[in-house]
């Protein structure tokens, strides 16, 4: 079994914020402990040290893939420190997706911001989008993504973080070996008062895994906003939001291209990439969570529904 810590000092001995009872960074290392190294291959990204009071803890983000691989499932997690139900649903659930993979190729990234989880902090660095200031997500790949006025150029010369360097060089690292079948991401979002999908590969609207999901959340009693906005001002219809140039690691993943050290390559093209965003506003963490875990269980089928589907 993979242990959850490999060293004392590291940030997951670091009190984590629990007012909305959510799990330990601790607690969330150890659940990994589940998995099984028979099935699986663990990669640590090494991001740097970082001081709390005084001290050094070392800071690092695990990832996770199977020995099996091939045409894959990508669940991903924790882009947002403030949005803690999917690695929570992660770390609750994390025998059923051991046991799922030995029947098809994971890869997991199951929390992929640890200091803003700790902190409940949207981003490692800084509490919310401050003003005047350019976000910086751990989930940002424009450094790889084609700019949208010049193709010849990326969106941006340089990663906006090491941690966004470090997970799109796995990410980018793995798709050849697990090709993204279906990309599933988990989100929240506390601005609005209802909950939406967004589908960023080519199914779009029409994407079964998103309808599907969002039948989930009306069934768990999450209201669904089924047109309108979002706080970004993306447009949403019959609850799901397509079409999005966000430079997210979801976009990423969905890419027919990307560009590479100056030269075009091939994208991943994910054929489903769903990005699930629960609404979190006045709604208890333990029914978010619940929520998420119905999408983790029902993972399998998901992946076989995507299979069938046509490219």
């Known amino acids: 079994m993979f242990s959850g810590g490999d060293t004392v000092k590291t940030i997951y001995n670091l009190p984590t914020y629990n007012k909305d009872k959510r799990l330990s960074l601790f607690d969330i290392y150890k659940s990994y402990s589940e998995i099984n190294k028979n099935y699986w291959i663990k990669n640590i990204l090494n991001i740097s040290k970082i001081k709390y009071e005084k001290k050094e803890f070392s800071y690092f983000i695990n990832t996770f ?5 091939g045409k894959a499932l990508w669940l991903i997690a924790g882009i947002h420190g ?3 139900a999917g ?3 992660i770390s609750k659930n994390i025998e059923y997706i051991n046991k799922l993979g030995k029947k098809i190729p994971i890869v997991l ?3 992929c911001n640890p200091i803003g989880y700790m902190k409940n902090w949207r981003y490692p660095y800084s509490k919310t989008i401050q003003k005047d200031k350019e976000p910086k997500s751990v ?3 424009e450094h790889c993504l084609i700019d949208l006025k010049d193709t010849r150029k990326p969106r941006r010369n340089n990663p906006i973080l090491k941690e966004s360097e470090l997970i799109t060089k796995f990410v ?3 798709v050849k070996d697990y090709p993204p079948l279906l990309v599933l991401d988990l989100h929240e979002d506390d601005s609005v008062s209802d909950s939406y999908i967004f589908s960023q590969g080519f199914l779009r609207h029409k994407d079964p895994i998103a309808k599907e999901i969002i039948k989930l959340l009306r069934k768990r009693k999450f209201r669904i906003k089924k047109f309108g906005f979002t706080s970004f001002k993306q447009k949403i219809v019959n609850g799901i939001v397509t079409n999005v140039k966000d430079d997210s690691i979801d976009e990423l993943l969905s890419t027919y291209r990307l560009i590479i050290n100056k030269s075009i390559k091939k994208g991943p093209q994910g054929k489903s990439v769903v990005v699930v965003e629960t609404n979190s506003k006045k709604i208890k963490l333990k029914k ?3 929520a998420h875990s119905y999408i983790i269980k029902n993972l399998l089928k998901y992946y076989n ?3 069938k589907i046509k490219s």
């Open 65 to 69: 893939r199977t020995k099996k691989k």
């Open 82 to 84: 403030e949005e803690p």
């Open 87 to 89: 690695p929570n649903a």
């Open 109 to 111: 990234l199951p929390l």
């Open 139 to 141: 989930g940002d790949s």
């Open 172 to 174: 980018l690292k793995q």
């Open 288 to 290: 978010r969570v619940t």
């Open 305 to 307: 529904i995507t299979k």
